[in-house]
């Protein structure tokens, strides 16, 4: 079954440093898309970033990359020059399969980062 | 702007009373979901809808209904079977094709009194 993992609760990182959010994944589909979203005290998901199993290339949006590690079944999220409006839950999540008909994803327990001026 | 609305924003009940969260989207998405999120834990999918007039359980479906009879809607019913209510409801909606990127609503806050 297809799991995923985020083994850190909670987070500080100083303002203008880089940080790195763990997830790890577990699944027996060689097709599969990971992601990652943010979700502020606010309460809404916010997309960040994406990576597809097969793409060769690290992604990258902005101040955000996605350190995927295929073999290790690993995911990270890397945020540079952190921002004091970065502070929010990060939550990983997979898609088994890619361009099905849904796209239901599972999530991760999320981490909570708190960026400190 | 195109998007997703959720309604109420926040909802008291009383226990034993059924209540509709509502989801509408102008996005013109063919799938649409519903999620639970409860303290410390992530979203688990309750619902989803692939087409108009077609839905299929998640992994938390019991206690729960939805009704998709029209693209835009897709209202999430809480009924007085479910055990432990109280919770924050994520509406979200996809397209098949590209990555599968899902969009959400704010979330609906349901607070059983």
């Known amino acids: 079954a297809q799991k995923i993992t985020q083994t850190q609760p909670g987070m500080f990182v100083q303002e203008k440093e880089a940080v790195t959010l763990d997830c790890t994944y577990d699944t027996s589909d060689p097709s599969y898309g990971l992601f990652w979203y943010k979700q502020p005290s606010s309460g809404e998901m916010i997309f960040l970033i994406y990576q597809g199993s097969y793409d060769q290339q690290n992604a990258t949006e902005g101040r955000y990359s996605l350190n995927f590690q295929k073999a290790r079944k690993s995911a990270n999220l890397v945020i540079s020059a952190s921002q004091l409006g970065d502070s929010a839950m990060y939550f990983c999540?997979?898609?088994?399969?890619?361009?099905?008909?849904?796209?239901?994803?599972?999530f991760g327990t999320g981490t909570l980062l708190a960026v400190q001026p | 702007d195109g998007g997703i609305t959720q309604s109420p924003k926040y909802l008291f009940r009383k226990e034993g009373q059924n209540v509709t969260l509502s989801c509408e989207q102008n996005?013109?998405?063919?799938?649409m979901y519903w999620y639970r999120q409860d303290p410390g834990q992530g979203l688990r999918l309750i619902y989803y809808s692939q087409i108009v007039n077609d839905f299929q359980k998640g992994d938390i479906a019991e206690g729960y209904s939805v009704s998709r009879e029209k693209k835009e809607s897709f209202p999430l019913t809480v009924t007085s079977a479910q055990k432990n209510p109280t919770a924050f409801y994520l509406c979200?909606?996809?397209?098949?094709?590209?990555?599968?990127?899902?969009?959400f609503g704010e979330g609906s806050r349901l607070t059983v009194l």
């Open positions: 999540a997979m898609r088994e399969g890619i361009g099905g008909a849904t796209n239901k994803l599972i």
């Open positions: 996005l013109n998405h063919d799938a």
């Open positions: 979200a909606s996809s397209i098949r094709e590209n990555t599968g990127e899902l969009f």
